[in-house]
């Protein structure tokens, strides 16, 4: 697949580059060119990515950045089997529990949710940061929900981490995912506190909230390319359609008078 000139491979995180240089040097360069490539298009394109992905795992399989950034492509692509394989092969390779959360995910994508609250108790948990716990129990929140236990998905969310005043790049995820459980529970008004809570701390834009709050707000938005087409159309135009409407109006009942006298 054709990458940009201007992509160098220098833009990967250094601790990708060090995996890196258990290769030769130009099968290296074109390894990290092609996951710049991932990185880069994974959220807007993931079709793409995936593409890119495909042949770095096919360059350098033995490489556990690669085949995290495999797993990342499939599951962005909702593969969720391939995207478990690519993950467990990664974790086999470094020992880290970093992937579990999105693993357990990947049991919820494949329709296996118990499985994914089995993992959520398990002793990985433990080893992961707090980013990786909060996600971890979003995805056991997420569980309990498929399989409809919306208020043990409640429970499982109410934490510290939700309880904080403190905003966290996990905040505006946490608080969301604890608003849409809480209104499908049928509890509105907590809900509607909970998105308001969530627009507060969303200061990238990464959830919809604001436009959830103004839903329950009864809010509605004007489509402004409407009012501007509108606003394009001068008012002696609008006067000049108004009269040509009244001219045609006349004369269709003139020729209406017209038949009545040939009756």
Do not use: H
């Amino acid at each position: 697949m054709p990458i940009p000139d201007d992509v160098t491979g220098e833009e990967i995180d250094a601790d990708v580059r060090q995996e890196l240089q258990s290769l030769p040097k130009g099968l290296a360069e074109d390894v990290a060119r092609n996951l710049v490539m991932v990185a880069k298009l994974i959220d807007e394109d993931p079709e793409q990515a995936y593409g890119y992905s495909r042949v770095a795992l096919r360059l350098a399989s033995r490489v556990a950045a690669v085949r995290e950034a495999a797993g990342f492509a499939a599951y962005a692509n909702q593969k969720y089997s391939e995207a478990l394989a690519e993950f467990r092969a990664a974790r086999r390779m470094t020992g880290s529990a970093e992937l579990w959360p999105v693993m357990a995910d990947c049991e919820r994508g494949l329709g296996r949710p118990e499985k994914a609250l089995d993992m959520a108790g398990g002793p990985e948990v433990q080893k992961l940061d707090k980013a990786g716990q909060v996600e971890m129990r979003l995805v056991a929140a997420g569980a309990r929900r498929d399989m409809g236990q919306l208020d043990a998905a409640i429970v499982t969310l109410q934490s510290p981490e939700l309880a904080s005043n403190s905003v966290q790049p996990w905040t505006a995820r946490l608080r969301y995912a604890y608003a849409d459980a809480l209104l499908a529970a049928g509890r509105e008004g907590e809900a509607r506190e909970w998105f308001a809570k969530t627009a507060e701390a969303d200061r990238d834009g990464s959830t919809d909230a604001s436009d959830r709050l103004a839903e329950m707000d009864g809010v509605e938005f004007v489509d402004a390319f409407d009012e501007e087409a509108d606003a394009d159309v001068p008012p002696a135009a609008e006067a000049e359609k108004d009269q040509d409407t009244d001219t045609d109006t006349d004369t269709d009942t003139d020729t209406d008078s017209d038949s009545d006298d040939d009756r």
